[in-house]
T-cell receptor, first 111, second 114 residues
Framework: KNQVEQSPQSLIILEGKNCTLQ??????????LRWYKQDTGRGPVSLTI?????NTKSNGRYTATLDADTKQSSLHITASQLSDSASYIC??????????FGAGTRLTVKP | DTAVSQTPKYLVTQMGNDKSIKCEQN?????MYWYKQDSKKFLKIMFS???????INETVPNRFSPKSPDKAHLNLHINSLELGDSAVYFC?????????????FGPGTRLTVL
């Protein structure tokens, strides 16, 4: 069983709307949590990295939150754009060589 | 200029063959990685390499071997290819081997084993 679960599996929203993607994990001990954006046919691009002591981190229209007590993270996208259409991957790690990847949420933004 | 580049982008080959995928980074980073992304889109780390220190994910078959001629290159050599090796392979790099360092990924190499 994967130790990083993402939901929803896929999501369709209209351009300009906000959305929130979820990541639940059971990885322990926990060191940091990352969110990546992966466009179709491309490599992942880092959006945010949070250590266990951080609750929130923003990168432009992307805001990640972390609750280390409940082992949950969310990625909120504000004022979505067509270019936000991609897979968003949550990665939880104890160390650089013990990174557990979620299966990703496939986001489609429609005009 | 491309930060992390991989060649080839696509590789189609027969079972049993030996093949290599090349990776180069021009970011001056100390650490490089190889990842495998399977058909279900799960990414798994295969290797990390830093200053000649190689850390191998224990689940990786020994048919896979990384080779680093210098700090800017980490090539992946695969012997006796099997059908299950079909996947997209990503190279990545980071400034150091710290676990909070941002990793920069290459565009991927889609390997198809027939």
């Amino acid at each position: 069983k994967n130790q990083v679960e993402q939901s929803p599996q896929s999501l369709i929203i209209l351009e300009g709307k906000n959305c929130t993607l979820q990541c639940n994990y059971t990885v322990s001990p926990f060191s940091n949590l990352r969110w990546y954006k992966q466009d179709t046919g491309r490599g992942p691009v880092s959006l945010t990295i949070m250590t266990f002591s951080e609750n929130t981190k923003s990168n432009g229209r992307y805001t990640a939150t972390l609750d280390a007590d409940t082992k949950q993270s969310s990625l909120h996208i504000t004022a979505s754009q067509l270019s936000d259409s991609a897979s968003y991957i949550c990665v939880v790690s104890e160390s650089v060589n013990d990174m557990r990847f979620g299966a990703g949420t496939r986001l489609t933004v429609k005009p | 200029d491309t930060a992390v580049s991989q060649t080839p982008k696509y590789l189609v080959t027969q079972m049993g063959n030996d093949k290599s995928i090349k990776c180069e980074q021009n970011l001056g980073h100390d650490t490089m990685y190889w990842y495998k992304q399977d058909s279900k889109k799960f990414l798994k780390i295969m290797f990390s390499y830093n200053n000649k220190e190689l850390i191998i994910n224990e689940t990786v078959p020994n048919r896979f071997s990384p080779k680093s001629p210098d700090k800017a290159h980490l090539n992946l050599h695969i012997n006796s290819l099997e059908l299950g090796d079909s996947a997209v392979y990503f190279c990545a790099s980071s400034p150091r081997k710290g676990h909070t360092d941002t990793q920069y990924f290459g565009p991927g190499t889609r390997l198809t084993v027939l």
